[in-house]
């Protein structure tokens, strides 16, 4: 089994900045990757940036240029960094691990781009 803990989440203005945080722990030794969802009222979850265990990354299209996944191998951390925040990227963002087993969801945070 794994466990997740995420944090970053809050209220930015349009243009702002936010960095999200989600920290493995358990059997990390079964992780193939990391990665990080969005879920805004109304819409179905999407995934938002994913990074492999080798390193490599993608992005939903929207984010590409704003947004930035990364992994502290050491840590069993991943983030999120997101600049150029818009209204539209509201939403509830939730970490996700995926294991040889299935794939593990943290709790979530929430992310609101208002003024």
């Known amino acids: 089994q794994v466990q997740l803990a995420e944090s970053g989440g809050g209220l930015v203005q349009p243009g702002g900045s936010l960095r999200l945080s989600c920290a493995a722990s358990g059997n990390i030794f079964s992780i193939t990757a990391m990665g990080w969802y969005r879920q805004a009222p109304g819409k179905q979850r999407e995934l938002v940036a994913i990074?492999?265990?080798?390193?490599?990354?993608n992005y939903e299209d929207s984010v590409k240029g704003r947004f930035s996944i990364s992994r502290d191998n050491a840590k069993n951390t991943v983030y999120l960094q997101m600049n150029s925040l818009k209204p539209e990227d509201t939403a509830v963002y939730y970490c996700?691990?995926?294991?040889?087993?299935?794939?593990?969801w943290g709790q979530g945070t929430q992310v609101t781009v208002s003024s």
């Open positions: 996700q691990v995926a294991t040889v087993g299935r794939p593990y």
């Open positions: 990074i492999v265990n080798g390193g490599r990354t």
